[in-house]
C-alpha cells in the first residue's frame, strides 16, 4: 500500500538554528502533501496544505516565513522550521495523497529546541 | 470550515468487550471519514474508511457506521484486545477535492486492560 517516509524522525537543535524536515511519497506520485503539528497529548492541526509546484496555503496562525514548505516534486515535500525556538518544540506529522488515495501519514518528526 | 467532535476522550474497557467511540462534524459537504489509530511517538496509521454514499463498513473486528443526516459517524471495535490500546483520530474531509485537509477530532485514548 501506500507508503510515506518521513525523516529525520528525531532532532534536538539549538534555538536560533534552522531544522528541515523531509516527507517523501515512496510508492505514488503525491500531487498534495499537509504537514500537520502535534503538541503533546493533543490532536494533529493542520498547519499548511502544499501543492506540487505551486506556494503553500497556510492556516491562519501559523507563519509562512517561519515554516517554510517546499513541494519541488511529485514525491517530496520539506519543511524547514527557521530559527526555531523552544515553543516550536512538537511532534511534526507529514501526509499525502494522489488524486485517488486516501490520505496516509508519515512517522512523524519529534522536534526538541534547546 | 469543518469542526469535527469526538467523545469520549478516554476508554477504558476489559479484554473482549466492545468499544465505541463517536465523532461529529458540521460540514454537510464532508463526504469522507477515515479513523486512524496512533501509537506512542508514531504517525496515525488509517484503520478504517468511510464515504458518504455508504452507512456502514466493517473490516474484522472493526466497523464504522455514518449517519449522515445526523452529522455522526462511530467506530466500533469489537473483542478488544491489549493491542487494540492506543490513541483513536475520526477525521472529516471533502475527498475529490485534492487539496482538502483532513479535519482530526481531539482523540480518544483507548486502553484495553487483559
Known amino acids: 500500500g501506500a507508503v510515506v517516509s518521513q525523516h529525520p524522525s528525531r532532532v534536538i537543535c539549538k534555538s536560533g538554528t534552522s531544522v528541515k524536515i523531509e516527507c517523501r511519497s515512496l510508492?505514488?506520485?503525491?500531487?498534495?502533501m499537509f504537514w500537520y503539528r502535534q503538541f503533546p497529548k493533543q490532536s494533529l492541526m493542520l498547519m499548511a496544505t502544499?501543492?506540487?509546484?505551486?506556494?503553500?496555503?497556510?492556516e491562519q496562525g501559523v507563519e509562512k516565513d517561519k515554516f517554510l514548505i517546499n513541494h519541488a516534486s511529485l514525491t517530496l515535500s520539506t519543511l524547514t522550521v527557521t530559527s526555531a525556538h523552544p515553543e516550536d518544540s512538537s511532534f511534526y506529522i507529514c501526509?499525502?495523497?494522489?488524486?485517488?488515495?486516501?490520505?496516509?501519514f508519515g512517522n512523524g518528526t519529534r522536534l526538541t529546541v534547546t | 470550515g469543518e469542526n469535527v467532535e469526538q467523545h469520549p476522550s478516554t476508554l477504558s474497557v476489559q479484554e473482549g468487550d466492545s468499544a465505541v467511540i463517536k465523532c461529529t462534524y458540521s460540514?454537510?459537504?464532508?463526504?469522507?471519514f477515515p479513523w486512524y489509530k496512533q501509537e506512542l511517538g508514531k504517525g496515525p496509521q488509517l484503520i478504517i474508511d468511510?464515504?458518504?454514499?455508504?452507512g456502514e463498513k466493517k473490516d474484522q473486528r472493526i466497523a464504522v457506521t455514518l449517519n449522515k443526516t445526523a452529522k455522526h459517524f462511530s467506530l466500533h471495535i469489537t473483542e478488544t484486545q491489549p493491542e487494540d490500546s492506543a490513541v483513536y483520530f475520526c477525521?472529516?474531509?471533502?475527498?475529490?477535492?485534492?487539496?482538502?485537509?483532513?479535519?482530526f477530532g481531539k482523540g480518544t485514548t483507548l486502553s484495553v486492560s487483559s
Open positions: 510508492d505514488f506520485q503525491a500531487t498534495t
Open positions: 502544499s501543492n506540487e509546484g505551486s506556494k503553500a496555503t497556510y
Open positions: 477525521a472529516a474531509s471533502r475527498i475529490g477535492q485534492a487539496g482538502t485537509a483532513l479535519i
Open positions: 501526509s499525502a495523497r494522489d488524486r485517488k488515495s486516501p490520505l496516509h
Open positions: 468511510i464515504r458518504s454514499n455508504v
Open positions: 460540514d454537510s459537504a464532508s463526504n469522507y
